[in-house]
């Protein structure tokens, strides 16, 4: 039976064999003071969070006049080309289906039978442009918006308006449209503001 020859480490050789077998087990536990991954997610997770709180920001309706008048069965809007926002309108439909009311979407003039169109909204709104946190990209976002319900004969049932609130930082600004309109809607149907 042969024996492998032996190997003899040296002090030296042993001590360093220690620290890095310390250094690979500190690294592996996500100790932050020797490994900079940790700190690039908690950044990151940070960020995203950040994110999804602006995306929220804090919005109501205001100016809200309510007549009183039964949900309408559908909904006529008639589009305003003033508005270059390519989100407010499907927002806007998205919000109305939320409350059970279907809505089509007509060029200013162009007038169905009453019985297609039991009520009309109509709305303006403000697009404003500025840079979001966290980016160097300007873009655009709704600063203001007014809704209006009339029914087939142009009698007001209802209004109510949505203005950028700045109060937390300048982030209600960066809500998204839909959820900017959400309270709008709401009250223009309902006459609640809350």
């Given at each position: 039976?042969?024996?492998?020859?032996?190997?003899?480490?040296?002090?030296?050789?042993?001590?360093?064999?220690?620290?890095?077998?310390?250094?690979?087990?500190?690294?592996?536990?996500g100790c932050a003071l020797l490994s900079p991954v940790p700190t690039v997610e908690l950044i990151k997770a940070s960020a995203g969070a950040a994110t999804v709180a602006i995306g929220q920001g804090p919005t109501h309706a205001s100016q809200t006049v309510f007549?009183?008048?039964?949900?309408?069965?559908?909904?006529?809007?008639?589009?305003?080309?003033?508005?270059?926002?390519?989100?407010?309108?499907?927002?806007?439909?998205?919000?109305?289906?939320?409350?059970?009311?279907?809505?089509?979407?007509?060029?200013?003039?162009?007038?169905?039978?009453?019985?297609?169109?039991?009520?009309?909204?109509?709305?303006?709104?403000?697009?404003?442009?500025?840079?979001?946190?966290?980016?160097?990209?300007?873009?655009?976002?709704?600063?203001?918006?007014?809704?209006?319900?009339?029914?087939?004969?142009?009698?007001?049932?209802?209004?109510?308006?949505?203005?950028?609130?700045?109060?937390?930082?300048?982030?209600?600004?960066?809500?998204?449209?839909?959820?900017?309109?959400?309270?709008?809607?709401?009250?223009?149907?309902?006459?609640?503001?809350?």
């Open positions: 039976m042969s024996t492998a020859p032996r190997l003899t480490v040296g002090p030296a050789v042993r001590r360093a064999a220690t620290r890095v077998a310390g250094l690979a087990a500190a690294a592996l536990s007549q009183g008048a039964a949900l309408p069965t559908r909904v006529c809007i008639e589009y305003n080309r003033s508005l270059a926002l390519p989100e407010f309108v499907p927002a806007l439909i998205a919000e109305l289906r939320e409350h059970d009311v279907p809505a089509r979407v007509y060029e200013a003039g162009a007038r169905p039978n009453d019985e297609v169109c039991p009520a009309w909204l109509r709305y303006q709104g403000l697009q404003q442009w500025d840079k979001p946190p966290l980016s160097d990209q300007v873009r655009p976002y709704l600063a203001q918006a007014t809704l209006s319900l009339h029914d087939a004969g142009g009698h007001l049932l209802a209004a109510s308006s949505y203005e950028s609130q700045d109060a937390v930082m300048g982030m209600g600004r960066w809500a998204s449209t839909r959820n900017k309109l959400a309270p709008v809607v709401r009250a223009l149907l309902t006459g609640f503001e809350g």
